[in-house]
């Protein structure tokens, strides 16, 4: 493939990711019931120390739960809500139109064009519980878009490193966030384990790993960094993105070679750091890491 090829399907698989990220993000922590109680300035701590670009509106002093889920959703002024996430799929997507299925195409107009509709909806009537009902199912189709696209034959190690290397960083985010707002709120222990895990789509994995001979052994964010059997822990994630770069092999007219090789090995050091379970004081500089891979993922995949 052309490098512009390689680039454009690594940022669909990154923004393709987020935007199912930030959604589950809205919908779970807006929709909680320390959103509905007095205690929601401990959700707005958690999503500020989430967020790497923080909508303007977010700085407000006493922000409220339908002007949060609006920015995060609908939001005009931060790369990262849904709304331009999707927005800049699309924008990759169509320098890549032959290499998708029609069925991989529509897919993704039909999820952008759903949250415009929603948006619209959400605006005039202010009915933020419906329109989240909506967003939910919505987002469904953008998680399992993501799937249809990974059939493409030649895209797909390259969609897949993206939305691997875009999992990883969330995951870690929504963590460390969670860890550090529940040291200044001590009381908010379990909703946030509990809110963490909505937001990467794992309360039913989780549940079922408590059930199951785990029981007792990683607590629900350990089991988000840790966790062999979750596909989307940031150790998983990482394995996988490890594994789409060896698939690469950034030959020919692909991506340097030299930074790839770079990446790689990154990859599997962290890998294996965060496999010996660092623990919460590791979490910092776990986060440093992770984002440092991800700096030299889009540096290999820069679109020129």
Not at 67 to 82: A, I, M, Q, W, Y
Not at 296 to 301: D, M, P, S
Request: proline letters at 3%; glycine letters at 8%; one cysteine or more.
């Amino acid at each position: 493939m052309r490098k512009s090829a390689y680039c454009n399907s690594f940022w669909l698989g990154r923004y393709v990711e987020r935007a199912a990220f930030v959604g589950r993000l809205a919908t779970s922590h807006c929709g909680s019931e320390l959103a509905r109680s007095n205690s929601f300035e401990i959700l707005v701590c958690a999503i500020k120390e989430a967020f790497l670009e923080l909508p303007p509106a977010l700085h407000s002093s006493k922000p409220y739960p339908e002007l949060v889920f609006r920015e995060l959703v609908f939001g005009k002024d931060s790369s990262s809500s849904v709304s331009n996430c999707l927005r800049s799929a699309r924008l990759n997507a169509t320098q890549i139109r032959d290499l998708l299925s029609e069925r991989q195409w529509s897919a993704l107009y039909d999820a952008r064009e759903a949250i415009d509709s929603i948006e619209g909806m959400e605006r005039f009537s202010g009915a933020v519980a419906t329109a989240m009902e909506v967003i939910d199912e919505r987002l469904t189709l953008v998680t399992c878009q993501a799937g249809l696209i990974l059939d493409g034959g030649s895209i797909g190690p390259t969609l897949k490193l993206g939305i691997s290397i875009e999992r990883a960083s969330q995951v870690m985010l929504i963590v460390n966030a969670w860890r550090h707002t529940i040291d200044d709120f001590p009381s908010a222990l379990a909703a946030g384990q509990r809110l963490a895990l909505e937001a990467c789509g794992a309360e039913i994995a989780y549940d079922q790993f408590r059930g199951s001979d785990g029981v007792g052994e990683l607590g629900p964010f350990d089991f988000l960094l840790y966790s062999d059997t979750l596909n989307l822990s940031v150790v998983v994630s990482l394995r996988t993105a490890s594994e789409c770069l060896s698939r690469l092999g950034f030959t020919g007219d692909g991506v340097t070679p030299c930074t790839g090789v770079a990446l790689g090995a990154h990859l599997d050091w962290l890998r294996k750091f965060l496999s010996g379970k660092p623990g919460e004081e590791g979490g910092r500089a776990s986060l440093k890491l992770v984002n440092e891979v991800c700096a030299q993922a889009n540096e290999l995949f820069c679109l020129d």
